[in-house]
């Protein structure tokens, strides 16, 4: 019994820090949006802000991922870029449902604050999917844990 209920709190509290750090990355992305707009509008300014967002909470996400998460350790600056490319290709299918609620929030409410909902719960969605796939073909894979 012991056993089973120190084996849930550690899941609890990986679940809790994953969470926190999930939520730090949206601050980010979601800031970096809102600055990129406060300087620059014009063509393509939307899709660009999103854009910035996106590299903005990527950067932040995997060096907090692989470092409070994962607890991986890259052996060499060549290691840690292909890690990154790894985890960033896992990215491509969660961005496109971020970027999904995104794009349709602002579409269908026409509002910067609604398009940032909509980025919030997209990124809600593809961080808990994102999770797993990191887990078993990014950082397993590569010498994580």
Not at 77 to 88: E, N, Q
Not at 120 to 128: E, H, Q, T
């Amino acid at each position: 019994m012991h056993a089973i209920f120190s084996g849930w709190l550690i899941v609890m509290k990986l679940a809790a820090i994953y969470t926190l750090l999930a939520a730090l990355a949206t601050i980010c992305n979601i800031a970096a949006q809102d600055i990129f707009l406060s300087v620059y509008r014009g063509p393509y300014d939307i899709f660009l802000s999103v854009l910035s967002g996106t590299a903005a909470g990527l950067i932040l996400k995997y060096v907090l991922d692989k470092r409070y998460i994962f607890r991986f350790k890259a052996d060499n600056m060549t290691h840690d870029g292909r890690v990154f490319l790894l985890y960033s290709l896992m990215g491509v299918f969660t961005t496109a449902i971020f970027w999904g609620f995104e794009f349709t929030f602002h579409l269908v409410f026409q509002t910067d604050a609604m398009r940032y909902l909509g980025g919030v719960i997209g990124l809600a969605i593809g961080y808990w999917a994102k999770y797993a796939l990191d887990k078993r073909f990014v950082f397993r894979a590569t010498g994580g844990n």
